[in-house]
């Protein structure tokens, strides 16, 4: 079994920053593409960031410029920095792992942790 585990979400002013962190935990597995999610009230979950096993990045325009992913593949930790934050960045952040436990393919979710940008 793996287990994700997220943390460093919070309340935070507009313009303020945020470090959001998630782990995975367990064995025999190898990690292929880590990813970020939202969802906001009332609103679709949608893609945030994504890294590939190779380091190659991929953000939605809102965040283009505000936000870094990043992993560490010593880890299995993947990361997300948020500056400049605004409040439309306000969700629950969930992050995404694509990995393979022999030749199957697997992804599983973090808990989610919330964001809250006040103006």
């Known amino acids: 079994q793996v287990q994700l585990v997220e943390s460093g979400g919070g309340l935070v002013q507009a313009e303020g920053s945020l470090r959001l962190s998630c782990a995975a935990s367990?064995?025999?597995?190898?990690?292929?593409?880590m990813g970020w999610y939202r969802q906001a009230p009332g609103k679709q979950r949608e893609l945030v960031a994504t890294?590939?096993?190779?380091?190659?990045?991929h953000y939605a325009d809102s965040v283009k410029a505000r936000f870094t992913i990043s992993r560490d593949n010593a880890k299995n930790t993947v990361y997300l920095q948020m500056n400049s934050l605004k409040p439309e960045d306000t969700a629950v952040y969930y992050c995404?792992?694509?990995?393979?436990?022999?030749?199957?393919?697997?992804?599983?979710w973090g808990q989610g942790t919330q964001v809250t940008v006040s103006s």
């Open positions: 367990g064995s025999n597995f190898r990690i292929n593409a």
């Open positions: 890294i590939t096993s190779g380091g190659s990045t």
């Open positions: 995404k792992v694509d990995l393979y436990r022999g030749y199957t393919r697997y992804d599983y």
